[in-house]
T-cell receptor
Framework: AQSVTQLGSHVSVSEGALVLLRCNYS??????LFWYVQYPNQGLQLLLK??????LVKGINGFEAEFKKSETSFHLTKPSAHMSDAAEYFC????????????FGPGTSLSVIP | NAGVTQTPKFQVLKTGQSMTLQCAQDMNHNSMYWYRQDPGMGLRLIYY???????DKGEVPNGYNVSRLNKREFSLRLESAAPSQTSVYFCASSERGGTGQYFGPGTRLTVT
C-alpha cells in the first residue's frame, strides 16, 4: 500500500529565506509524486509532479522538487520565500493504475515572516 | 473554461436531512473524485469514478452515495446527515496516468 509522510505540520521561514518542505513516501511500485498548494478557503492547486524521467522537477511560483528513489523522498524547495507563499502544502503519491488514485499526506502549513 | 465547479458553496443541514452536492468538470477528464477535508486529517477519499458508469468506494464511504451522471458530472449524496459529516467537501477530476488532479473550490457543510 502507498503512504505519504510530511515532516512538520507547521513550518515558519523569514521572507527571502529558503523554503524546504519534507515529504517521504512508501510505494511497492514506481510512484507518481505530486505537490499541491491550498490557499485559505480555496481548493488544492497542482504545484508540480514527477512521473518519469528527470528527477528534478520545476513547478509554478518558483518551486521545485527532487525525486530521490534511494531515500524515498520528494522534498519541495524554493530559494527565496515570498509572503504570498504562505499556504498549506500537500505531498501526494499516485498508484500507477488507470484511474490515478491518489494518497495525500497530512499537509504542512507554511508561514512566512516579514 | 471553468475547470471544476461545485454547488453549493455553503450549506447548513439539520441532523437527518438529506442533500446532494453537485460537481461538474469541463476538461473531458475520465476520472472524478470526492474528498472530505477535516482539520488535522488531511484529505480523505470518499468515492471515486474511474470512468463514466463506474464508481468505487474510497477510504470513508459510509453515509454517502454517489452518481456519475455522465462524463462531466459526479454528485455526492448524504441520505441522512449526521454532525460527523460536518466538513469541507472537494470534488476533483483527472486524466488517467498520473497527470495530477484538478480541484473545485469546495463546499463547506455544517450539520447541526
Amino acid at each position: 500500500a502507498q503512504s505519504v509522510t510530511q515532516l512538520g505540520s507547521h513550518v515558519s521561514v523569514s521572507e527571502g529565506a529558503l523554503v524546504l518542505l519534507r515529504c517521504n513516501y512508501s510505494s511497492s511500485v514506481p510512484p507518481y509524486l505530486f505537490w499541491y498548494v491550498q490557499y485559505p478557503n480555496q481548493g488544492l492547486q497542482l504545484l508540480l509532479k514527477y512521473t518519469t524521467g528527470a528527477t528534478l522537477v520545476k513547478g509554478i511560483n518558483g518551486f521545485e522538487a527532487e525525486f530521490k528513489k534511494s531515500e524515498t523522498s520528494f522534498h519541495l524547495t524554493k530559494p527565496s520565500a515570498h509572503m504570498s507563499d504562505a499556504a498549506e502544502y500537500f505531498c501526494a503519491v499516485s498508484v500507477r493504475t488507470s484511474y490515478d488514485k491518489v494518497i495525500f499526506g497530512p499537509g504542512t502549513s507554511l508561514s512566512v515572516i516579514p | 473554461n471553468a475547470g471544476v465547479t461545485q454547488t453549493p458553496k455553503f450549506q447548513v443541514l439539520k441532523t437527518g436531512q438529506s442533500m446532494t452536492l453537485q460537481c461538474a468538470q469541463d476538461m473531458n477528464h475520465n476520472s472524478m473524485y470526492w474528498y472530505r477535508q477535516d482539520p488535522g486529517m488531511g484529505l480523505r477519499l470518499i468515492y471515486y469514478s474511474a470512468s463514466e458508469g463506474t464508481t468505487d468506494k474510497g477510504e470513508v464511504p459510509n453515509g454517502y452515495n454517489v452518481s456519475r451522471l455522465n462524463k462531466r458530472e459526479f454528485s455526492l449524496r448524504l441520505e441522512s446527515a449526521a454532525p460527523s459529516q460536518t466538513s469541507v467537501y472537494f470534488c476533483a477530476s483527472s486524466e488517467r496516468g498520473g497527470t495530477g488532479q484538478y480541484f473545485g473550490p469546495g463546499t463547506r457543510l455544517t450539520v447541526t
